[in-house]
């Protein structure tokens, strides 16, 4: 049975699940010309998680200077 919980972080605050690295979870890669496959560093999946932010801030100009956590 499905409760309504008033103390959900959707009440006070917004949340953004992001799967990392890419090709995790519900996430995808598509490269036709390697096979679709991506090997991993951890340096690579810190530059692409940069990036994302960088272009979620660039399109979502509302959340800019909000404060953000990051949690794993």
Known sequence: MLVNNANSWNNFTNVLYIDQ???????????VS????RYYALDQ?????????????DTHEQFRGRDTYIVG
Not at 21 to 31: A, C, L, R, T
Not at 34 to 37: A, E, I, L, M, Y
């Open 45 to 57: 999946a810190v530059t692409d998680f940069i990036h994302f932010m960088k272009m979620f801030y």
């Open 21 to 31: 690295p890419v090709g995790s979870g519900f996430s995808f890669y598509k490269d």
């Open 34 to 37: 390697n096979n679709n496959t």
